[in-house]
């Protein structure tokens, strides 16, 4: 299986790295495993039946084949224009594996993603497009209002907060509750 060659290929690097006089044979054998998973990505038809296949959860260490992949850093593996065209559509989508839905071959452009935020904020929320802009507007907004609280430079500590400093402080304590919460849940 993909899973199984990836594996394999991760073994014999790790080896390469361990065995100096015989490193190069290692790679050798490891890029080797990388192009017969390729092969075997390339071998299934379906997009949605590879993505499924990519997902699932195999029988090493519980770990699916994109898992597999980025924990022992095996980026050739992931470079294929195929496994490329595929994150692409899972970032951009909320529901990528409607088989209704043709997969994206190129990224998701401002306007698609802004008329995705008018149109239907709760599915641009929760598809990773979505929520990494989210974050990321919401991390630019904190900062700023930390800056202006800086600038104000206001150091007493029996002067009453100003509107900048409430406001950075229910920020605070929103990300302090957001982090509880991830931890609890996870």
């Not at 495993?33 to 993505?51: K, P, T």
């Amino acid at each position: 299986t993909i899973a199984m060659a990836l594996y394999l290929s991760a073994y014999m690097m790790a080896n390469a790295e361990v065995d100096l006089s015989r490193a190069e044979d290692f790679e050798e054998v490891g890029f080797k495993y990388i192009r017969i998973a390729s092969q075997l990505v390339a071998s299934v038809e379906s997009d949605h039946l590879l993505s499924l296949l990519l997902e699932t959860p195999t029988d090493i260490a519980h770990l699916s084949v994109f898992e597999i992949a980025i924990k022992y850093g095996i980026d050739d593996f992931m470079d294929d224009s195929r496994i490329q065209m595929l994150m692409a559509h899972m970032w951009s989508e909320f529901d990528f594996l409607d088989p209704q839905k043709n997969y994206r071959t190129q990224d998701i452009e401002l306007y698609e993603l802004l008329s995705r935020l008018t149109k239907d904020p709760a599915r641009f929320y929760y598809c990773p497009v979505g929520r990494y802009w989210v974050e990321s507007i919401m991390y630019m907004v904190y900062v700023c209002v930390v800056t202006t609280v800086i600038y104000e430079a206001n150091y007493e500590l029996n002067a009453p907060l100003s509107a900048a400093e409430w406001t950075m402080w229910i920020f605070n304590i929103g990300f302090v509750a957001g982090e509880i919460t991830q931890m609890a849940f996870d």
